[in-house]
T-cell receptor, first 117, second 112 residues
């Protein structure tokens, strides 16, 4: 079974400082990894994904994530946080070996990012 | 989000009532999903469909049913709503590779 852990319920950062939102995963095979963001009263929006290749993935709104296979992590990062980045962030995983009807995403419980002035 | 629409956006109902939540998409995707979101629990998969003739139970399908009326439409029904089904419900779609999902804006359901 695949699983995702987001160990922090909330991350607080001052605007202009770098931010990191942590994610670790567990799959039997190799992972596909995703980050989504949810703003208040909105659905989840895709930020970025790791499928294969370069371990550093760049996504929307200046976010990036680093895939670390040895640590089974996929932490979300941004060099300089903005107040408008305040939202709920979800990490998700899918086992690369799963195809057909078994290929569904498993989401973490979410991390609330609060960026203050 | 406009590519995946959900109706209604908000619904308040009473215990025992039958409720249908509808989802439509214009992305041309084969795969559609229903999730519920509860605070602190993230998203839990209720049902998913990989084409019109394919329906699969997710992690928490008890008390729910679905219908895939067309490639673009996937509805979720609560046959007899109960208070612990109060939650935010999301529909999502993905293409046949399943590399990422696109979400609707959600339906906030309250069962009194």
């Amino acid at each position: 079974a695949q699983s995702v852990a987001q160990p922090e319920d909330q991350v607080n950062v001052a605007e202009g400082n770098p931010l990191t939102v942590k994610c670790t995963y567990s799959v039997s095979g190799n992972p596909y990894l995703f980050w989504y963001v949810q703003y208040p009263n909105r659905g989840l929006q895709f930020l970025l994904k790791y499928i294969t290749g370069d371990n550093l993935v760049k996504g929307s709104y200046g976010f990036e994530a680093e895939f670390n296979k040895s640590q089974t992590s996929f932490h979300l990062k941004k060099p300089s946080a903005l107040v408008s980045d305040s939202a709920l962030y979800f990490c998700a995983v899918r086992d690369m070996r799963d195809t057909g009807t078994a290929s569904k995403l498993t989401f973490g419980t979410g991390t609330r990012l609060q960026v203050t002035l | 989000d406009a590519d995946v629409t959900q109706t209604p956006r908000n619904r308040i109902t009473k215990t025992g009532k039958r409720i249908m939540l509808e989802c439509s998409q214009t992305k041309g995707h084969d795969r559609m999903y229903w999730y519920r979101q509860d605070p602190g629990l993230g998203l839990q998969l209720i049902y998913y469909s990989f084409d019109v003739k394919d329906i699969n139970k997710g992690e928490i399908s008890d008390g729910y049913s679905v219908s895939r009326q067309a490639q673009a439409k996937f509805s979720l029904s609560l046959e007899s709503a109960i208070p612990n089904q109060t939650a935010l419900y999301f529909c999502a779609t993905s293409d046949s590779r399943g590399l990422g999902q696109f979400f609707g804006p959600g339906t906030r359901l309250t069962v009194l």
